[in-house]
């Protein structure tokens, strides 16, 4: 069973930056691509970016390409969200998420973390 732990949400103003960690423990093949998903009030969750844990595949939303960099660290189980540039659209829970496959819908993700909030104040 793989278990998801975020951190590193909060309070910014827009044009600052925040990084966000998942800590990824049970780590299997169901974790094969990292993925980080948000959802602002009223509205679905939409796929942000993700990862395969050797780099070899990297997908981004257009809105967060040139301001957000997913990376990852194998010795630590660890994926990261740099977020630069930050713009009071990007507010909204942000969740880890973990699929055996390369996928960007959340239905093909199997594990969940318990999110973390982010908001960017104008």
């Known amino acids: 069973q793989v278990q998801l732990v975020e951190s590193g949400g909060g309070l910014v103003q827009a044009g600052g930056s925040l990084r966000l960690s998942c800590a990824v423990s049970?780590?299997?093949?169901?974790?094969?691509?990292m993925g980080w998903f948000r959802q602002a009030p009223g509205k679905e969750r939409d796929f942000v970016a993700a990862?395969?844990?050797?780099?070899?595949?990297?997908d981004y939303i257009d809105s967060v390409k040139g301001r957000f960099t997913i990376s990852r660290d194998n010795a630590k189980n660890t994926v990261y969200l740099q977020m630069n540039s930050l713009k009071p659209e990007d507010t909204a829970v942000y969740y880890c998420a973990a699929s055996y496959r390369i996928a960007t819908m959340p239905a093909a993700f199997g594990s969940w973390g318990q999110g973390t909030q982010v908001t960017v104040s104008s």
């Open positions: 990862t395969t844990w050797s780099g070899d595949r990297i």
């Open positions: 049970g780590r299997t093949r169901s974790s094969y691509f």
